[in-house]
């Protein structure tokens, strides 16, 4: 007998017709739709997972990198002539045209930093004022020029900017005045008094943190060095960067220019124990779907198991008429192979639905569970975001065809080795 090519269409015809029992082996189409739904289920909600991580992730590290600085350079404090200890930068001004001459730095701003109360109207809030220049302000990607804010910037230089959660809190919007309450304000004979101004909201923004727009509040440099009593000093130094993911390539520059009184700090110093929290939990998150997955498409060796008893008479003359071992694993991997096949490709096309139409779906679940269901206060952004990577999506693939392919093989080696004698004994 002539050899015919792997996977021939006899082979799937065979198989195809092996997938539409008939009534009487009703148990093989159930277990086959039970395999196809849990497949589904499973790739569903790994794509799903993936997405929702990677997005979480992107949205943070967005958050972070829009509204605060790449590189924070520190003062390590020095003594000056009279023998007293200084805090702070005191030639700012040179030491930021040397950071902003630095190859893929963008900016480079003095800055004077307090914690400070602010009242209006009977509300009473804590908040960290950032004492920075006008265009320092207008360059940061979530809080100036092109942020998600109202008011007019322009305008900074006549009184503050404040985050959305706080003028909210105050009960305040842009035109409104508001009291900033200083502890360490103007030095008297009888001790240091409380410093108190009353300023005019010209910019609200929404950075998208919850913990930034609650707490954090802009007033022009200048202003900040008076109103702290940092006249011709700066705090510190803003620095942002061209590429903050190679933000160790710059530390090396950024301290020469800085001087040896000078301390840096980066975004993943600040941040890194809990980026790398989310490493762990995406790593252990995988491998729990992966589980579920393996478990999805353990239902295939059942569904394949009962189908080879029930066929065991049609195996037994398919050998006999001169089908080869090979041909009968084929067609009975075909049986399997089709239904992870199937249920991969379904839960790719829910999967992706499922991250491209995110905002609309989470907010028909927060409708019909009456709201509340998410609270940026303990999430710290203000929606669940989803962000389809293609290299998630063939994880997921690869994955579902392998483990169905793999756990498909037994149950049709199993079948192809099948004596026909025995299969037709009793026949």
Not at 9 to 27: C, Q, S
Not at 155 to 167: C, D, N, Q, T
Not at 261 to 276: I, M, P
């Amino acid at each position: 007998m002539a050899q015919t090519a792997p996977f021939s269409r006899f082979e799937r015809m065979i198989a195809w017709r092996y997938l539409r029992a008939r009534r009487a082996e009703g148990g093989v189409s159930v277990m086959t739709w039970i395999s196809l739904i849990g497949i589904t289920l499973a790739v569903f909600a790994l794509i799903a997972t993936l997405a929702v991580r990677a997005g979480f992730r992107a949205e943070f590290v967005d958050t972070i990198l829009g509204a605060n600085a790449h590189v924070t350079v520190y003062p390590a404090g020095h003594v000056n002539e009279a023998g007293v200890m200084i805090k702070g930068f005191e030639d700012y001004e040179a030491i930021a045209a040397r950071l902003a001459t630095i190859p893929g730095v963008t900016r480079a701003a003095p800055l004077v930093r307090g914690q400070v109360m602010v009242s209006s109207q009977g509300a009473t809030n804590g908040a960290e004022v950032f004492g920075l220049s006008p265009e320092a302000l207008k360059s940061i990607p979530r809080v100036g020029l092109g942020a998600d804010a109202y008011g007019d910037i322009e305008r900074y230089g006549e009184g503050i900017a404040i985050g959305s959660v706080l003028a909210r809190e105050l009960g305040v919007t842009v035109g409104d005045r508001v009291r900033v309450i200083s502890p360490n304000g103007a030095k008297t004979a009888f001790g240091t008094s409380p410093r108190v101004n009353a300023y005019e909201v010209v910019y609200i923004f929404t950075a998208g943190r919850y913990d930034i727009d609650k707490t954090r509040l802009y007033m022009p440099f200048t202003e900040a060095q008076v109103y702290f009593n940092r006249e011709g000093l700066a705090d510190e130094f803003e620095v942002m960067v061209a590429d903050p993911e190679a933000i160790d390539a710059y530390y090396g520059p950024l301290y020469e220019a800085a001087g040896g009184d000078a301390l840096l700090w980066t975004w993943r110093d600040s941040s890194g124990a809990y980026l790398r929290a989310l490493d762990i939990e995406d790593n252990i998150m995988f491998i729990i779907l992966s589980i579920l997955v393996l478990i999805a498409t353990m239902n295939i060796v059942s569904g394949l198991i009962m189908l080879v008893k029930n066929k065991g008479r049609d195996i037994g003359i398919l050998r006999t008429i001169g089908l080869t071992e090979g041909s009968v694993l084929r067609v009975f991997f075909l049986c399997g192979a089709f239904t992870g096949i199937v249920g991969t490709v379904l839960g790719v096309v829910l999967g992706c639905l499922f991250a491209l139409y995110i905002d609309p779906i989470f907010s028909a679940v927060n409708y019909l569970a009456g709201g509340g269901v998410w609270d940026p206060s303990i999430r710290g952004i203000y929606a669940l975001p989803a962000k389809l990577q293609w290299g998630d999506v063939l994880s997921a693939v690869s994955l579902s065809l392998g483990l169905s392919f793999v756990v498909t093989y037994f149950p049709a080696r199993r079948a192809a080795r099948m004596n026909p004698v025995e299969a037709l004994r009793y026949e």
